[in-house]
């Protein structure tokens, strides 16, 4: 068995993964759901007799998981693209921009704040997820172009910071 703690804006999950025959068991808190692989990135998810489709893949270091039609992104921490675009943005480490187009729900910093690399700067909700966006350097805010409520695309920088 083996134990994960996953944290989804304020709040931590401790998940247990045991691998069992041909299920593996995922326990997520009280929730406990059994996954059978039906094909390769295809599987079936059980949770008290409801049974979900489920299909993964990983693509450009982040996984594209979609759950009965609800599709969800997700990011390891500890990627270097994180709180960035890893494509487009990645070298401007001055500039953070959304990860995704959406709405800002929380901006938690001001302009004058002192920042440390991958500090948490803001959450954007898109597709239904709220996505911490880290710092991509240490440094000082200079700006924030946007508040809270307001949309935001990939394109405009919504933090400015001046990097130490």
């Not at 000082?140 to 809270?148: D, F, M, Q, R």
């Amino acid at each position: 068995m083996a134990e994960f703690e996953f944290i989804i804006g304020d709040r931590t999950y401790l998940t247990e993964l045991k691998q069992e025959a041909v299920t593996t068991v995922i326990k997520v808190d009280d929730l406990e759901f059994s996954f059978k692989e039906l094909s390769p990135g295809h599987y079936e998810a059980t949770n008290k007799g409801k049974q979900f489709s489920i299909a993964a893949v990983k693509h450009r270091g982040k996984f594209l998981i979609d759950i009965d039609a609800m599709l969800f992104e997700v990011s390891e921490s500890g990627q270097e693209e994180f709180g960035a675009d890893s494509s487009a943005h990645a070298a401007e480490k001055d500039k953070v921009y959304a990860p995704m187009p959406g709405k800002i729900v929380k901006l938690l910093v001001e302009v004058g704040d002192r920042v440390s690399e991958k500090q948490p700067l803001m959450i954007i909700e898109a597709m239904k997820m709220e996505n911490q966006v880290n710092s991509p350097a240490s440094g000082i805010v200079k700006a924030v172009n946007a508040s809270v409520g307001e949309q935001v695309d990939t394109v405009s920088a919504v933090i400015e910071l001046e990097i130490e």
